[in-house]
């Protein structure tokens, strides 16, 4: 049984940066292949990136190319994913989720990141 | 880009009733990987259905999926309370990694 911790909630400036952590349990970050999607206030889920397994590399969203970075500390089985100059359209609830046989299996309880001057 | 549109955007309907979801892509999906969630407020998304119609770990026999190329449906034969919530179909592919429909809301009618 995999486990998504994620890191609390953010108040950000407009153009500040925000990085969520996700602990996973249960299982090791390299045997999964992890991803983040968002979700604005009363809006749909929105995918921002994540591990593609069959080329080993991370692929973002061409809407966040630029502004996203999503990275792994394997020593710790911990993912993070960082956003750059921030707006107040980017508040939102950001799950890391886990992708296996191209469906979400599991998913973090949500970072809710407010950007607000 | 494939855009999958859901619909209707809302559903009213009676506990006991069946519940008819709609997902429709822009262009043909894999049905190895179309995939349909549960979302209660304030709570992360629930994997109901993967690979178009095969139901997730623990979710009931009333749900199911079907369906092909552009067209997929989920079905809910009686809707139970708890069954009241948004739904959303999603698709994987390389481009881009992963699609999700706008939702569909079923509400009490």
């Known amino acids: 049984q995999v486990q998504l911790v994620q890191s609390g909630a953010e108040v950000k400036k407009p153009g500040a940066s925000v990085k969520v952590s996700c602990k996973v349990s249960?299982?090791?970050?390299?045997?999964?292949?992890m991803h983040w999607v968002r979700q604005a206030p009363g809006k749909g889920l929105e995918w921002m990136g994540g591990?593609?397994?069959?080329?080993?590399?991370?692929i973002y969203a061409q809407k966040f190319q630029g502004r996203v970075t999503m990275t792994e500390d394997t020593s710790t089985d911990t993912a993070y994913m960082e956003l750059s100059s921030l707006r107040s359209e980017d508040t939102a609830v950001y799950y890391c989720a886990t992708v296996l046989g191209g469906a979400v299996d599991y998913w973090g309880q949500g970072t809710l990141v407010t950007v607000s001057s | 880009e494939i855009v999958l549109t859901q619909s209707p955007g809302t559903l009213s309907l009676s506990p006991g009733e069946r519940a008819t979801l709609s997902c429709r892509a822009s262009q043909s999906v894999s049905s190895s990987y179309l995939a349909w969630y549960q979302q209660k407020p304030g709570q992360a998304p629930r994997l109901l259905i993967y690979g178009a119609s095969s139901r997730a770990t623990g979710i009931p026999d009333r749900f199911s999926g079907s369906g092909s190329g552009t067209d997929f449906t989920l079905t809910i034969s009686r809707l139970e309370p708890e069954d009241f919530a948004v739904y959303y179909c999603?698709?994987?592919?390389?481009?881009?990694?992963?699609?999700f429909g706008g939702g569909t809301k079923v509400e009490i009618k």
């Open positions: 249960g299982y090791t970050l390299t045997e999964l292949s």
């Open positions: 999603q698709q994987y592919g390389s481009s881009p990694g992963l699609t």
């Open positions: 591990f593609d397994p069959e080329d080993g590399e991370t």
